[in-house]
């Protein structure tokens, strides 16, 4: 008998070969994905800067999941879209939530990570979507 991949990343496409340009958008929405669970994580809610921003990543995290639910039930081109949009808009309130604090470089440098990524994924998606 054998055993069941743990990557379906790793199993080989039976009809049809995924395009690349979606393969580096599940990339980056993994990494968004470990970067926000991560920060959210590691993240002491001693001071009111924290607790906002563990408040944002928590909005991230949802609307990484609604952008993921999205794409798995196979909504339409611009519903995808839109769900990018919006968690790209809750990484950015994430980030400038830091203005003004005395959060650490790493911290602050995660968050730019972040909104980058995201304006990756909907860049991305944008194209492809108008392509497709």
């Known amino acids: 008998m054998e055993s069941e ?8 496409a039976t009809d049809q ?8 958008v599940a990339r980056a929405m993994g ?9 959210a994580k590691g993240l002491s809610r001693a001071k009111p800067w924290q607790l906002h921003l563990a408040a944002h990543l928590a909005e991230a995290d949802r ?8 794409v798995a039930l196979d909504r339409p081109n611009a519903e995808i879209v839109e769900a990018a949009v919006d968690l790209q808009l809750a990484c950015r309130r994430a980030r400038h939530s830091l203005a003004g604090t005395r959060a650490d470089r ?7 990570l972040s909104t980058d990524l995201v ?14």
């Not at 609307?63 to 999205?70: A, I």
């Not at 998606?125 to 497709?132: E, Y």
């Open 17 to 24: 070969e995924t395009p690349p340009a979606l393969v580096a």
């Open 5 to 12: 991949p743990d990557d379906i990343a790793a199993t080989p």
């Open 119 to 132: 304006a990756s994924i909907v860049h991305a998606l944008q194209r492809f979507m108008t392509t497709r």
């Open 31 to 39: 990494d968004l994905d470990d970067l926000v669970r991560l920060l």
């Open 106 to 112: 790493t911290t602050v440098a995660a968050m730019q």
């Open 63 to 70: 609307l990484m999941q609604v952008l993921r639910l999205t």
